[in-house]
């Protein structure tokens, strides 16, 4: 596509439940970033994927959350056990090799 | 880690110019971006710097980069209330993540 799509653009949920998030990346962009962006802040880093390897995984705050990017391409991020805490942003965005961050629109969590 | 300063509010004059001022820590950073966040939407990326540029210059916006001092700046040419938003500084180094700084909210009044 034209741009890194973000799916769903407002999730809501109750504390406890399961999420999944969904980021399709530009075409052939072979970097994909997942970022959490709170109220007020800047984006925090959680994972970063070179095709379909995390390379870099150590944002993620704890083993409720996990990613995957089974062929390179769109990538899931997925929450268990979701706690009022985890309400913020999730910002995807993609990349080729080096250079420039595209990023999509996000998804907003809210727990209750 | 890497850690990326920034102060967090600016307020100027309609047609004024707007300067907002990065710090990084990591000197062996490769590229230094500007990124512009309008409420309600995603980081939009306005313009960035290789690390062996002093500067670039793309129509209003300059970017300006003292490798010395670890210092980014992004200044604004007749800033209009447009411009209203938050602009974030990020720094990358090849094969790692990108680290942003907790943005400047900049306030454009007529």
């Known amino acids: 596509g034209a741009g890194v799509s973000q799916t769903p653009s407002n999730k809501v949920t109750e504390k406890g439940k399961y999420v999944e998030l969904r980021c399709d990346p530009i075409?052939?962009?072979?970097?994909l970033y997942w970022y959490r962006q709170s109220l007020g802040q800047g984006p925090e880093f959680l994972i970063y994927f070179q095709g379909t390897g995390a390379a870099d995984d150590s944002g993620l705050p704890n083993d409720r959350f996990f990613a995957v990017r089974p062929e390179g391409s769109v990538s899931t991020l997925k929450i268990q056990r979701t706690e009022r805490g985890d309400s913020a942003v999730y910002l995807c965005?993609?990349?080729?090799?080096?250079?420039?961050?595209?990023f999509g629109e996000g998804s907003r969590l809210t727990v209750l | 880690g890497e850690d990326v300063e920034q102060s967090l509010f600016l307020s100027v004059r309609e047609g004024d110019s707007s300067v907002i001022n990065c710090t990084y820590t990591?000197?062996?950073?490769?590229?230094l971006y500007w990124y512009k966040q309008e409420p309600g939407a995603g980081l939009q990326l306005l313009t960035y710097i290789f690390s062996n540029m002093d500067m670039k210059q793309d129509q209003r916006l300059t970017v300006l980069l003292n490798k010395k001092d670890k210092h980014l700046s992004l200044r604004i040419a007749d800033t209009q209330t447009g411009d209203s938003a938050i602009y974030f500084c990020a720094v990358y180094n090849y094969g790692q993540n990108f680290v942003f700084g907790p943005g400047t909210r900049l306030s454009v009044l007529p």
């Open positions: 075409s052939g962009h072979t970097a």
């Open positions: 990591d000197s062996s950073s490769t590229y």
């Open positions: 965005a993609s990349s080729r090799q080096t250079g420039e961050l595209f």
